[in-house]
């Protein structure tokens, strides 16, 4: 029974260019959460989408940040002309359904900016 | 802003109960208590929620005050691998992110 997977478990970019970090849900998950917990800080909710629909973005950063989650395929994260302060984990979580259904974690993506 | 309080840091003995105690006494009638925990470079793992009766699951119990204004995680005999990060989070009935706070930093004594 796999859990979250999120890959690359690392991710090295130079500044200015695109980082894309992947997201395969549980079986049969069709919500998705995706957070970033910057160095030495909390986890911070960016996006909630549920398949092909963004619910809720009032975390994500306006501009340079997008994310989606397509009818087949894993959820994407994309991150556009990368700054040093993009440099945390990226975590996504799953649930069966929305409501009071448990968040179940990945491991995270640990993308770091040169 | 996190709307619960815990304590940013507990020891407990190998083999004893740890016990967590959170604060949130401005919670509403429809928010659940969760909790998750977070072992050092890893995602946050979840262990246990509950509305307003005590729970007890393979993991940890779940103490809730009859006012719900805290509550408090049971790990009943705690191990090395016990020692991590837990928060206490509150989250309504609909499917929203959740909000961490700085949790409690649990760590097992040998």
């Known amino acids: 029974n796999a859990g979250v997977m999120q890959n690359p478990r690392h991710l090295v970019r130079r500044r200015g260019q695109e980082a894309r970090l992947r997201c395969s849900p549980v079986k049969g998950h069709s919500h998705v959460y995706w957070y970033r917990q910057l160095p030495e800080e909390g986890l911070k909710f960016m996006v909630y989408?549920?398949?092909?629909?963004?619910?809720?973005e009032s975390g994500m950063p306006k501009e340079r940040f997008s994310a989606e989650f397509p009818k087949e395929g894993p959820s994407i994260l994309r991150i556009q002309q990368v700054v040093r302060g993009d440099s945390a984990a990226y975590f996504c979580a799953s649930s069966q359904t929305g409501g009071v259904q448990p968040q179940h974690f990945g491991d995270g993506t640990r993308l770091s900016i040169l | 802003d996190a709307k619960t309080t815990q304590p940013p840091s507990m020891d407990c003995a190998e083999g004893r109960a740890a016990n967590l105690p959170c604060n949130h006494s401005?919670?509403?009638?429809?928010?659940?208590v969760y909790w998750y925990r977070q072992i050092h470079s890893q995602g946050p793992q979840y262990i246990i929620h509950?509305?307003?009766n005590n729970e007890t699951n393979e993991m940890a119990s779940l103490i809730i005050t009859e006012d719900r204004k805290s509550s408090t995680l049971i790990l009943p005999h705690a191990t090395l691998r016990d020692t991590a990060v837990y928060y206490c989070i509150l989250r309504g009935g609909g499917a929203d992110g959740l909000t961490f706070g700085k949790g409690t930093h649990l760590i097992i004594q040998p």
């Open positions: 989408l549920q398949k092909e629909n963004i619910i809720d």
């Open positions: 509950g509305l307003k």
């Open positions: 401005t919670i509403s009638g429809n928010e659940y």
